[in-house]
């Protein structure tokens, strides 16, 4: 186990698509916005920046090192080279530019052409063991922070879930928002679940699904959750992954009444830490 989008009600075969919103200036990470079908990079501006821009600053030369940084990182990733992408990281976390916009700007490239391949059936074994092995060593590049509080999130894997690299990509992004999180990277058995939840007491219960089969698989272990949970264990129940970010047309698996799906993690780390 390893400690470290929002949650919203949405109706069933609804269909959501995203873009992560980029500052085109000090290159923060902004959160993601609908409803575009390329879950790509859509540049816009924070309010720092913004106000930096009323005041006259000369904000676009201030920030031209870092936007000629990250735009070598994105290019690195999207290549999979990784001596240029460890230089540029370097040079990058120099510049203070955040882990949670390095951890975007490495890992959503690589991991949407994958998505894209995967969905195509084009993925090969070794195309996606290549993927897991880079994703791996960026996560050695930007440790996982250690954030002091009561356990905010128990993380787990929908049953029939194989891809684990989407519930760890999220823990790091909630950990450096001040979450904390418990991520278990293999499939646990319900009766599992109930043990290690009622140890841990976590404010929220989230399940990772990559496939639409893996929904109603993780709505039947909530169901079983909350017959057999102690009653003063009023967790909420989330349900994130793949399997509701595919866009283009793609009808959403239905999802139990009382369980939220998460789409944005910036708002889902706002909404657990008040």
Known sequence: MRRGAGPRSLQPNSKIAFMIRWCCFCQRFLGE??????????????MPCDAKLE???????????ARSLVNAVIAAAKSRDWSSCEAAVADARALQIGDDSLLL??????LYEAGREWQAGTLSVATEQQVTSWCERIFSLLPIVEVDRPLDLLLLQAPGNIRVLGAQFAARLLAQ???S?????????????VVLAQQLRPRAIGFSCAMPASVQ???????????????????????????FRQGAGHELPPVDAGI??????EALGRSLKT
């Not at 916005?33 to 924070?46: A, L, N, Q, V």
């Not at 939220?260 to 993690?265: C, L, S």
């Open 33 to 46: 916005s609908e409803p575009f079908d390329d879950p790509s990079f859509t540049h816009s501006i924070c």
């Open 55 to 65: 005041r006259g600053d000369s904000l676009k030369k201030d920030t031209a090192q």
């Open 105 to 110: 700007g490495l890992l959503q490239p690589a």
């Open 177 to 179: 928002l001040g979450v």
């Open 181 to 193: 999180v418990e991520v278990v990277a293999r499939h646990m058995p319900v009766e599992q679940i």
């Open 217 to 243: 698989a993780a709505n039947e272990v909530i169901a079983t959750l909350k017959t057999q949970l102690e009653p003063g264990l009023n967790a909420r129940y989330l349900l994130s992954g793949f399997a």
């Open 260 to 265: 939220e799906v998460v789409v944005d993690v």
